[in-house]
């Protein structure tokens, strides 16, 4: 009976041993995953800001459509231009008061044009798969919206793009997932989704903290 006992009670050791390890290795081991898939997904995140900060200096609007924002990148350019100043007769003064008078204005000169698609991701197609998350396992594309926001009678052009952290840690234990989701620190991701840009206030930054690279 004393051996049977003994027994019992080594295996109630090793089983709470076990649990405590996993109490503590889990944890670890879901935050490599998360670290890891985080910085593949703001990589992404990026180079949809680049995208769309570009679509603004062209067009003068963000872009709420993949294909219309590749379709963009693939045909768009930019407009090279050298600001200078210089000074003018003002004829109108010479007319009404007869005198000479000069004024200084500021003349823009265009200089040229440069490809978007050259000028944002140099040689790489990389920008005809930006909407897709880069996770193994999901099929899922990045959510996107564009439109303005009225500040002061003036409309101002927003945009946002996001995935909920549900998407990208979808293999992974839920009540840690759920945990993730509830987070509100410095040195990471808060909320239920990685995003950039938003469509309640205007900002084009992302909200990942800076160990993943610079969010403005």
Do not use: C
């Not at 006992?5 to 390890?21: A, K, N, R, T």
């Not at 890891?36 to 200096?57: M, P, Q, W």
């Not at 004829?91 to 009404?96: D, I, L, W």
């Amino acid at each position: 009976m004393k051996l049977v006992i003994q027994l019992v009670l080594w295996i109630v050791i090793i089983f709470l041993g076990y649990l405590v390890f996993n109490s503590v290795y889990e944890p670890i081991q879901f935050n490599k995953v998360k670290e890891a898939r985080y910085a593949k997904v703001i990589e992404k995140l990026k180079d949809i800001r680049d995208a769309e900060l570009a679509h603004r200096t062209v067009t003068g609007e963000f872009e709420g459509n993949w294909e219309n924002l590749v379709r963009f990148i693939d045909t768009a350019q930019f407009t090279l231009t050298q600001r200078r100043d210089t000074t003018v007769m003002d004829e109108e003064y010479r007319k009404t008061y007869g005198v000479d008078r000069r004024v200084e204005i500021v003349v823009v000169d265009t200089l040229g044009y440069k490809s978007v698609k050259d000028s944002l991701f140099k040689g790489s197609d990389r920008y005809k798969t930006m909407m897709n998350v880069p996770i193994k396992g999901v099929d899922a594309r990045f959510e996107l919206e564009a439109g303005t926001l009225d500040k002061s009678g003036t409309q101002i052009p927003v945009f946002e793009a996001k995935v909920s952290k549900k998407v990208i840690l979808h293999d992974q234990d839920k009540d840690l997932v759920n945990q993730e989701q509830q987070v509100v620190s410095v040195d990471n991701v808060n909320g239920p989704a990685i995003s950039v840009g938003s469509m309640e206030e205007v900002k084009t930054s992302g909200n990942w903290p800076l160990k993943y690279g610079d969010a403005e």
